[in-house]
C-alpha cells in the first residue's frame, strides 16, 4: 500500500508540476484559454499567473510526508475545478482550447480530456482517502533505499525525458520561423524578378495556401474590443473578403496597416478587408488603431493561419462570396496590394498614394464566368428597419412590428460566445434596474433553446441560427445591437462588443425631430444603476 501511495503522489506531483512550468512558458495561452472558459477577462493576466503557481504548491506538497495529504487535496480540488469547467463547456456545445499543458497539448477540449481529468481526480481522490496519517513512504526515504546504479537509471532517465521535451519545444519553435524565413525569402525573389533581377531556378513545390476554389475554413475570432467575428458574417454583404495575416511583433506587418487601413476606408463598398493577428487585445487595438485599421481578429495563436496554409506575416488569402478560396497565399505587402488589385479590377496604389506598383488584372469571377459585383452594406440609419419574425423559446413568432411605439434595442447574440457570456450579468442586470422610458430588449440569437433559456432573461429571445437577421442589419459578430425607434426605422449605427451594447441600452430616439431619429443618453440600471422603473406596457413578454 505504501509503494502504491507513493506512485499515486509522485503521478501527481509530474503531471502538476509538468503543467504549472509550460503555463508559465506559455502565459499568453494560459489567459487565452482562461477567458474562453469563461473567467473575466480583467482577471485572466492574474489568474494565468496564479493558477500555475497553485499548481506548483500543490506538487511540491506531494513530495513530502507532513504535506503530502494537504497537496492531494489541493489537486483534487483542481482537478474539480478543470473537470467542471470542461464538462459545462462540452454541455453547451462547446470545444475551447485548454491548454492544460501550454503549447505542448494546446488543442481544443474533448471527452478524452475529461475522461482524463477523472483519472487523475481519482487518484489524487485515494490518496486523500487514506487519510492525512497514511500518505505513504516520503520519497526521499525511497530514493535512498535504491542502490547507486538504480538513482542513476532513474536520474538518467528524468534527464532524457526533460531534454525530449526541451528539444520537441525547440524544434516546434525553430520550424514557425523557419517557415516565415521561407515566405520573406520568397517575397524577395519575386521582387528581383519584377525588378529584372535574375530570378533563381523554380520547382515543383506547390504554391503556399489552400486549393483556389476550395472551401474556406470557417472560424469566429474575438476582435480586439471584445466582439466576435466570424467568416460567415464578414462575406454576408456577398462581397469578396480579404484576410490580411498580420503579427503586431511583425515590422514588415505593420509598415503595411496604413495602407490597409485606407483601403479598408476608400473600397469598403467593393471588398471587405480583415486583419487576423494574434496576442493582447489592448496591443493589437494600440498598434493597429493609430493607423485606423478595423475589423482586426485575434487568433489564440495561429490556428486560422494554419487552415488557411499561411506560413509567415504579412500573407493574404482571398475569400470569394461564396465561401471557396480565391487565391494562393501570397506574401508581402506587393501580394497584398495585387491581390486587392484583383478585386477591384484597378490599379494597386502605393502606400503614399503614388504610381501604381501593378499592372491592371481582370476581377476575379466566383464561378469561373461572371465578375464579382460590389454589393450594398445593410441598412442606414434613418431607413426602415428590416421586417423580423423569429420563432422565441417557446416556438412563438414574435415580430418586430410588434414593437411599434416604443423604442427597441435589438441585440445579435451567440450563447457559446464568451464575450457574450461575461456580458449576460449586465443584461440581467439592466433587466432588474430599467427605468422608466427605457427601450425594449429583443435579444436575436443563435443556438438551441436551452442554452438560450439558461441565461435567464426575461426579455424576449428568438433564435435565428443563420445570422440572417444580423446580417440584414449589417452586423458581423456577436455581440453587437442596433436601436430600432418607435416609428420602425434604424435610430443608430450597428453597435459593438460590450460597452456599445450597454451604450445602446441606454439610449432613445429624440421624438422632437420626425424622420430624423436621434441618439440620446438616458440612464439606464445597465449601465449607470439607477432604481427599477415600470416595464412600458403592451409588446410581447415571455
Not at 512558458?25 to 494560459?30: I, N, S
Not at 481519482?122 to 496519517?133: N, Y
Not at 442554452?451 to 428568438?462: E, I
Request: net charge positive; aromatic share 4%.
Amino acid at each position: 500500500m505504501g509503494s502504491l501511495l507513493l506512485t499515486a503522489r509522485l503521478l501527481l506531483a509530474a503531471v502538476f508540476l509538468a503543467a504549472a512550468l509550460a503555463k508559465l512558458l506559455d502565459r499568453r495561452g494560459a489567459r487565452h484559454a482562461l477567458v474562453d472558459f469563461g473567467a473575466p477577462a480583467a482577471l485572466a493576466p492574474t489568474l494565468a499567473v496564479l493558477l500555475p503557481l497553485g499548481e506548483l504548491a500543490a506538487a511540491a506538497a506531494l513530495l513530502v510526508v507532513p504535506w503530502a495529504w494537504y497537496g492531494a487535496v489541493g489537486a483534487l480540488a483542481l482537478l474539480a475545478l478543470f473537470t467542471a469547467a470542461i464538462a459545462v463547456s462540452l454541455a453547451r456545445g462547446r470545444t475551447p482550447d485548454c491548454h492544460c499543458f501550454g503549447q505542448v497539448s494546446a488543442g481544443p477540449i474533448g471527452w478524452p480530456t475529461l475522461l482524463r481529468n477523472l483519472v487523475l481526480a481519482s487518484v489524487a481522490g485515494f490518496v486523500v482517502w487514506t487519510g492525512r496519517e497514511s500518505a505513504g513512504p516520503s520519497a526521499l526515504a525511497w530514493l535512498s533505499q535504491l542502490s547507486l546504479r538504480d538513482r542513476a537509471v532513474l536520474f538518467g532517465g528524468i534527464a532524457l525525458l526533460a531534454l525530449v521535451i526541451a528539444e520537441a519545444w525547440v524544434l516546434l519553435k525553430l520550424f514557425t520561423r523557419h517557415g516565415r524565413l521561407l515566405l520573406r525569402i520568397e517575397a524577395l525573389e519575386a521582387k528581383l524578378t519584377e525588378g529584372g533581377g535574375t530570378p533563381e531556378v523554380t520547382t515543383s513545390q506547390p504554391a503556399a495556401g489552400l486549393p483556389i476554389g476550395s472551401r474556406a475554413p470557417a472560424f469566429g475570432l474575438s476582435g480586439v474590443h471584445g466582439e466576435t467575428l466570424t467568416l460567415d458574417a464578414l462575406r454576408a454583404a456577398g462581397k469578396p473578403v480579404v484576410l490580411v495575416f498580420s503579427d503586431p511583433g511583425c515590422g514588415p506587418c505593420l509598415a503595411l496597416m496604413p495602407e490597409v487601413g485606407r483601403w479598408q476606408r476608400e473600397h469598403a463598398a467593393a471588398l471587405a478587408l480583415a486583419v487576423v493577428s494574434r496576442g493582447a487585445p489592448i496591443e493589437n487595438r494600440a498598434k493597429y488603431g493609430e493607423h485606423g485599421v478595423t475589423q482586426v481578429l485575434l487568433q489564440k495563436d495561429r490556428e486560422v493561419a494554419e487552415a488557411y496554409r499561411v506560413n509567415g506575416t504579412p500573407s493574404a488569402v482571398l475569400v470569394r462570396p461564396d465561401g471557396t478560396v480565391g487565391s494562393a497565399a501570397v506574401p508581402g505587402a506587393d501580394g497584398f496590394r495585387r491581390l486587392v488589385a484583383q478585386v477591384l479590377g484597378t490599379p494597386a496604389g502605393t502606400p503614399t498614394g503614388g504610381a501604381p506598383s501593378v499592372a491592371h488584372v481582370p476581377v476575379p469571377s466566383t464561378n469561373g464566368s461572371a465578375p464579382l459585383a460590389p454589393a450594398p452594406i445593410g441598412v442606414k440609419r434613418g431607413d426602415a428597419a428590416p421586417a423580423v419574425a423569429l420563432p422565441d423559446l417557446a416556438g412563438k413568432t414574435v415580430k418586430l412590428r410588434d414593437y411599434r411605439g416604443r423604442a427597441t434595442v435589438l441585440v445579435f447574440w451567440n450563447p457559446g460566445c464568451g464575450f457574450c457570456q461575461q456580458m449576460t450579468e449586465d443584461l440581467r442586470a439592466w433587466e432588474e434596474t430599467r427605468q422608466a422610458g427605457a427601450p425594449e430588449l429583443l435579444m436575436v440569437s443563435t443556438g438551441g433553446v436551452e442554452p438560450n433559456r439558461a441565461m435567464g432573461l426575461t426579455s424576449a429571445v428568438v433564435l435565428d441560427d443563420s445570422f440572417t437577421t444580423g446580417q440584414a442589419f449589417g452586423a458581423r459578430g456577436t455581440p453587437s445591437a442596433v436601436l430600432v425607434d418607435a416609428s420602425g426605422k434604424v435610430a443608430s449605427e450597428v453597435a459593438v462588443g460590450r460597452p456599445g451594447v450597454l451604450a445602446l441600452l441606454g439610449a432613445a430616439p429624440d421624438e422632437r425631430t420626425p424622420g430624423h431619429p436621434v441618439v440620446q443618453a438616458t440612464p439606464t440600471g445597465g449601465a449607470n444603476g439607477g432604481s427599477a422603473g415600470a416595464r412600458p406596457r403592451g409588446g410581447v413578454q415571455h
